[in-house]
């Protein structure tokens, strides 16, 4: 990882950028993935013994329905921004992080395979470490610029 220069406080002031955190075929992916888990589960739905459904399976089998539909949604709708000095990512729970509080960054970007690995930037502020996702080339080159410093 790479430290965070101090002159990155000049890129909070002079950029900004916005776009999607996901990129196109990622979502087309995780579209096909939820449909492929709802398909293959209508044949067992169908031979299910629905008296034999306990409350239990009923809780599990909502929650992971849920969890699986919330993070998807997120997925297609997430946006990334840097802005006012602070990069921020929609998402179930929003990330923010002032960019003067940043003490580490790593931006990881594979060239040709965006489309599978979504380009981060991931951020130490302390202990712990947020991961920002990008799919707009506007935002992954000021997160290109936050880490080298330029």
Same mark, same amino acid.
């Given at each position: 990882?790479?430290d965070?220069?101090? *002159? ?10 916005e ?20 398909? $293959? ?7 299910m013994?629905? *008296?034999?459904?306990?409350d239990? =399976? ?5 929650? =992971? ?6 993070i ?8 990334? *921004? ?13 990330k ?9 960054a ?12 979504a ?8 202990? *712990? ?15 290109a610029?936050?880490? $080298?410093?330029?």
């Amino acid at each position: 990882m790479s430290d965070t220069p101090a *002159s990155v406080d000049g890129i909070a002031a002079d950029f900004v950028a916005e776009g999607p955190a996901f990129p196109l075929l990622i979502k087309l992916v995780a579209t096909l993935f939820v449909a492929a888990i709802v398909w $293959s589960g209508l044949p067992a739905m169908q031979q299910m013994q629905w *008296s034999e459904f306990t409350d239990t =399976a009923a809780l599990v089998w909502g929650c =992971a329905a849920a969890v699986t539909g919330l993070i998807y949604f997120w997925m297609l709708k997430s946006r990334t *921004s840097i802005r006012d000095g602070v990069i921020e990512q929609t998402w179930i729970w929003n990330k923010r992080i002032a960019i003067d509080q940043i003490r580490q960054a790593k931006f990881i970007y594979v060239p040709h395979l965006t489309w599978l690995i979504a380009p981060r930037l991931v951020v130490r502020s302390g202990v *712990s470490a947020t991961v920002f996702y990008a799919a707009d080339p506007a935002v992954q080159k000021a997160f290109a610029r936050l880490v $080298s410093g330029g």
